[in-house]
């Protein structure tokens, strides 16, 4: 069983900078950062594969954001800078463990790649 507690959202004017946390209980394969806009379909943004510390990043983020793992603190971050208006939404932590590793690797950005979910924090860039 894992457990995922994501923090750091918050309101930051565009250009801004937000670090993401997620605290992570249990063995994982495969971390990602996913976000949902209101109407919108729930999109992967960044992945980090924990063994490895190798990652991926949607082209919309590259350059922008950076994921992050820190093996002693049991807890992924997604740095986030030069934030802008459509940034904004409801960030989401993902792991993969067990059968679903295989399908992280293949498709890192599809959220049915993932077998837990994070409560999800909001952020909010004006």
């Known amino acids: 069983q894992v457990q995922l507690v994501e923090s750091g959202g918050g309101t930051v004017q565009a250009g801004g900078s937000l670090r993401l946390s997620c605290a992570v209980s249990g063995l994982t394969y495969a971390m990602a950062w996913f976000r949902q806009a209101p109407g919108q379909e729930r999109e992967g943004v960044a992945v980090?594969?924990?063994?490895?510390?190798?990652?991926n990043y949607v082209d919309s983020i590259k350059g922008r954001f950076t994921i992050s793992q820190d093996n002693a603190k049991s807890t992924v971050y997604l740095q986030m800078s030069s934030l802008n208006p459509e940034d904004t939404g409801v960030y989401y932590c993902?792991?993969?463990?067990?059968?679903?590793?295989?399908?992280?690797?293949?498709?890192?950005?599809?959220?049915?790649?993932?077998?837990?979910w994070g409560q999800g924090t909001q952020v909010t860039v004006s």
């Open positions: 980090i594969y924990t063994r490895t510390s190798s990652t």
């Open positions: 993902a792991a993969a463990t067990g059968m679903s590793a295989a399908q992280a690797y293949r498709v890192p950005f599809n959220k049915d790649s993932y077998n837990y």
